[in-house]
């Protein structure tokens, strides 16, 4: 079973600090997303990389960069938090148009 | 218009009931179709996952695609309260887009 590892689970943080979500992958997936999921608006696309070091911005990129220096492990930066990034974030991946596998999520309230 | 649209819910049903959820997309490129299912404060996991319209099925699940008229559906039999979840739809394979595009859900209940 593909098995997506999100480092935290619930996380609090304070407005204008820099903060790190990570996400580890264990099937050598080429893809990987970075999702938010807030009541009403579903999920909704943050960033993906398809490969290394390639990423590409999604529907909701402003306020938030990624890094992929090694291929099991995507990881998004919130520059400097607000409050309104607060919410449950997700990671998946996927190998090339095979459905995506997601982690358990974190849960990011923002102070 | 979003393009993919779910009635958010919550559908609430007795235990045993055929329980029908719904989607509509609007993208004609969509080449793929899936349904998630998400249990509270956890991820979602893959229940389906099909190419063509048509039915598919897999034990008390059917999901049933027709892109003539851009409408996926997701059959329950015999409905448990383990089924109480949200449901979420995604759709892919547009070629100018990696990603899924994901319904805002549907909040399904079955009661004991």
């Known amino acids: 079973d593909v098995k997506v590892t999100q480092s935290s689970r619930y996380l609090v943080k304070r407005t204008g600090e820099k903060v790190f979500l990570e996400c580890v992958q264990d099937?050598?997936?080429?893809?990987m997303f970075w999702y938010r999921q807030d009541p009403g608006l579903g999920l909704r696309l943050i960033y993906f990389s398809y490969d290394v070091k390639m990423k590409e911005k999604g529907d909701i990129p402003e306020g938030y960069s990624v890094s992929r220096e090694k291929k099991e492990r995507f990881s998004l930066i919130l520059e400097s938090a607000s409050t309104n990034q607060t919410s449950m974030y997700l990671c998946?991946?996927?190998?090339?148009?095979?459905?995506?596998?997601f982690g358990d999520g974190t849960r990011l309230s923002i102070l | 218009q979003k393009e993919v649209e779910q009635d958010p819910g919550p559908l609430s049903v007795p235990e045993g009931a055929i329980v029908s959820l719904n989607c509509t997309y609007s993208?004609?490129?969509?080449?793929?179709f899936m349904w998630y299912r998400q249990y509270s404060r956890k991820g979602p996991e893959l229940l389906m996952y099909?190419?063509?319209?048509g039915n598919k099925e897999d034990g008390r699940f059917t999901a049933q695609v027709d892109k003539s008229s851009k409408y996926i559906s997701l059959f329950i039999r015999d409905s448990q309260p383990s089924d109480s979840a949200t449901y979420l739809c995604a759709n892919g394979g547009d070629t100018g887009r990696r990603a899924l595009t994901f319904g805002s859900g549907t909040r399904l209940q079955v009661q004991p």
């Open positions: 099909t190419y063509s319209s």
């Open positions: 998946a991946s996927s190998q090339r148009v095979q459905p995506q596998h």
């Open positions: 099937m050598d997936h080429e893809n």
């Open positions: 993208n004609s490129a969509f080449q793929y």
